[in-house]
């Protein structure tokens, strides 16, 4: 799933009109709604997040609390949309963790855009390369203790759609569909995807069992403690 946002209508100047007799009633203005940006096509916005920044020390200090604040949010939408259904979940960090609450609960809630800013400032310097695999999604590469990895164009695309798919059995069946085309010299069958899977792993060297064979079903990627991935936008393509 994917997040977008909303942009306010923009304002129009508008000159005071003269006043005329006229029998028809004249029509309400009616401001435009705001627009939801960065929803791509195919998709359709289901709903919306919206973020609270707030400790309970604060909320007491305001007079209120965290459950009063929920409950008046969620009374409001019943009033403005009886049909809608709502969510609340609350945001846990450590005391005296510090920022601002807000990036603290968008943090904690797993908002992509808060999670990339974040990787970026943990990973000031990209080309220092610590040790372990990295897969470089974005620069179409992977490195394993600092030194790339010899792959195929077809190997990293193989594990990049593992990667991206993280936790999910693929079949061997979708990994031919999603991979080859049909007027690929080479016709795949389960076969090619065991050669190539193959392939990977002795490329991987001490790391191959990042890739997973379910057995019966296909193959799976699981994030592991000696693996980062590093890539411009949000993981799955499967969840956004």
């Not at 929803?39 to 709903?47: C, D, F, L, Q």
């Not at 009374?75 to 450590?94: R, W």
């Not at 795949?188 to 997973?212: C, F």
Request: aromatic share 4%.
């Amino acid at each position: 799933m994917s997040i977008a946002q909303l942009s306010p209508a923009p304002l129009t100047a508008t000159r005071p009109a003269r006043a005329e007799l006229s029998l028809a009633p004249a029509p309400s203005a009616v401001a435009p709604a705001p627009r939801i940006r960065a929803v791509p096509e195919g998709t359709e916005a289901r709903g919306f997040v919206l973020y609270v920044g707030i400790d309970e020390a604060k909320a007491a200090a305001e007079g209120t609390s965290l459950h009063r604040l929920v409950e008046a949010i969620k009374q409001l939408t019943a009033e403005l949309a009886p049909s809608a259904q709502t969510y609340a979940a609350v945001a846990l960090a450590p005391q005296g963790s510090g920022g601002r609450d807000v990036d603290v609960v968008r943090l904690a809630l797993q908002d992509p855009a808060a999670l990339a800013k974040h990787r970026q400032l943990d990973e000031p310097d990209a080309d220092r390369h610590p040790a372990g695999v990295i897969v470089d999604i974005s620069r179409k590469r992977v490195l394993l203790d600092g030194d790339a990895a010899a792959l195929t164009y077809k190997e990293f695309e193989l594990l990049q759609y593992l990667v991206l798919r993280e936790g999910r059995t693929i079949d061997r069946a979708e990994l031919i569909s999603s991979l080859w085309s049909a007027d690929e010299d080479e016709s795949p069958n389960e076969r090619t995807i065991d050669v190539h899977v193959r392939r990977l792993r002795s490329k991987l060297g001490g790391y191959e069992d990042i890739v997973r064979t379910v057995r019966g079903v296909g193959y799976r990627f699981d994030r592991h403690a000696d693996v980062s991935i590093r890539q411009a936008s949000t993981p799955s393509p499967d969840f956004f």
